[in-house]
T-cell receptor, first 116, second 110 residues
Framework: GAGVSQTPSNKVTEKGKYVELRCDPI?????LYWYRQSLGQGPEFLIY????????DSGLPNDRFFAVRPEGSVSTLKIQRTERGDSAVYLC??????????????FGEGSRLTVL | DAKTTQPNSMESNEEEPVHLPCNHS???????IHWYRQLPSQGPEYVIH???SNVNNRMASLAIAEDRKSSTLILHRATLRDAAVYYC???????????FGTGTRLKVLA
């Protein structure tokens, strides 16, 4: 389809392992966002890309989390030395440009990460 | 705090209008108000947004108080498919971080 695609949809891993989550935004969308959603909570901002560069990574919880978008399209969220507290749904969203206060974000269905 | 205040849950009968309130008493003059909804096992979906004037689209209406300290999302005829968590978000002009609260869980009764 033409929406935001996230893979894998489900990932189960063991504590201490490395994980990569992929986001394929809507074609032509220059802005890309990662959010994390814990059970019963609203989504929590992690990082925002405008093009290839991370314009704001202030939501990344610590240096175990890193995200890239090398060609300005697909993005990968990388989590090192996973902990049980990292278990959540990781949501990706894109928009045609920076929303700059207004405008619409298009979200994917998320990648559910479970750390045992 | 940029988070808004919403009731935890609301119920509505099918085919009746629903008014979902949101309090954003610390809003500044250039902050937008957005509404998203999230169905089970899906990502949030855009509903509507506005700045000062009331807004209408095919999904809903957004009524913004004159002092902008509160707003109401109006679903004109609730259907079972409208059962979701509704998030009211404020975002400052020039920023791109949407701060979600815990939202209102809307239950629609047949």
């Amino acid at each position: 389809g033409a929406g935001v695609s996230q893979t894998p949809s489900n990932k189960v891993t063991e504590k201490g392992k490395y994980v990569e989550l992929r986001c394929d935004p809507i074609s032509g969308h220059t802005a890309l966002y990662w959010y994390r959603q814990s059970l019963g909570q609203g989504p929590e901002f992690l990082i925002y890309f405008q093009g290839t560069g991370a314009a704001d990574d202030s939501g990344l919880p610590n240096d175990r989390f890193f995200a890239v978008r090398p060609e300005g399209s697909v993005s990968t969220l990388k989590i090192q030395r996973t902990e049980r507290g990292d278990s959540a749904v990781y949501l990706c969203a894109s928009s045609p440009r920076s929303t700059s206060g207004g405008g619409e974000l298009f979200f994917g269905e998320g990648s559910r990460l479970t750390v045992l | 705090d940029a988070k808004t205040t919403q009731p935890n849950s609301m119920e509505s009968n099918e085919e009746e209008p629903v008014h979902l309130p949101c309090n954003h008493s610390t809003i500044s003059g250039t902050d937008y108000i957005h509404w998203y909804r999230q169905l089970p096992s899906q990502g949030p979906e855009y509903v509507i947004h506005g700045l000062t004037s009331n807004v209408n689209n095919r999904m809903a209406s957004l009524a913004i108080a004159e002092d902008r300290k509160s707003s109401t999302l109006i679903l004109h005829r609730a259907t079972l498919r409208d059962a979701a968590v509704y998030y009211c978000i404020r975002s400052a002009s020039g920023t791109y971080k949407y701060i979600f609260g815990t939202g209102t869980r809307l239950k629609v009764l047949a």
